[in-house]
């Protein structure tokens, strides 16, 4: 039950310390006065956010801490946990999503679309937990986009069906394996689906890692990223 519990603070942080190594390493020549200001000014204002957002971070993670203690001494029950957990994360949740979100996306780049993605259909965008990279931004250097989508459970599980069908993403072999039981035994396994192109730790992915996932709210999630740029920029900085 601990892991439910643990906020990976780690994983964000490193996330945002990326940006700020990004945005600290852009080559800037004396002449260029006017062009530094902006990016120091860029850099500052980005220093804030990262500040809000850790705060944040660490005040869910208090708040885990406690639920935590509550739980193993008995304090709560297991569905009381659940229901702390879930205002938890609305509380927290979505605020830090809005501080860390530097490029919302509201839309596939065309990058994407010739991938084979598509977008869902009767469903509707959360802005919050959408964003975008471009490697045509200098600080940014390489493609990611990642949208959420939320609906109802049915739906998006079939559209998720759709999108993955269209950009030839196949099921995991856990997805595939609960709903064939489901199948057999007609009791649900496992809520959600999770389609990828690639292994976690594979030798041989593609480019662009590709995944379509659908949780057992009916929250689904396109998200794709070019991690051969990727691994070139860290590498480099």
């Not at 993605?117 to 469903?123: A, F, K, N």
């Amino acid at each position: 039950m601990k892991n439910i519990f643990c906020i990976s603070r780690s994983i964000v942080a490193q996330g945002l310390i990326f940006l700020l190594v990004l945005t600290a390493c852009d080559d800037q020549k004396p002449s260029e006065a006017h062009k530094f200001n902006k990016d120091l000014g860029t850099f500052n204002r980005t220093i804030s956010k990262v500040d809000r957002t850790m705060d944040l971070i660490d005040s869910m993670q208090a708040a885990m801490d406690s639920l935590q203690k509550d739980l193993a001494s008995g304090k709560i029950t297991q569905a009381q946990a659940h229901e702390r957990l879930n205002e938890i994360n609305k509380k927290y949740g979505r605020k830090i999503a809005r501080n860390s979100n530097y490029h919302p996306a509201v839309k596939l780049p065309q990058w994407a679309k010739d991938l084979g993605l598509t977008e869902p259909e009767g469903m509707v965008l959360d802005k919050d937990f959408s964003q975008v990279t471009s490697e045509d931004n200098e600080i940014e250097g390489y493609n990611s986009v990642t949208l959420v989508y939320k609906g109802r459970y049915k739906q998006a599980m079939k559209q998720a069906e759709i999108i993955a069908r269209k950009a030839h993403i196949p099921m995991t072999k856990e997805s595939k394996n609960a709903r064939e039981m489901e199948k057999k035994y007609g009791e649900v396994i496992m809520k959600g689906a999770i389609y990828m192109n690639f292994e976690l730790g594979g030798e041989n992915n593609p480019r662009y890692n590709i995944a379509i996932t659908v949780d057992e709210n009916g929250t689904l999630t396109i998200s794709a990223t070019d991690t051969e740029k990727l691994e070139e920029l860290l590498k480099n900085r």
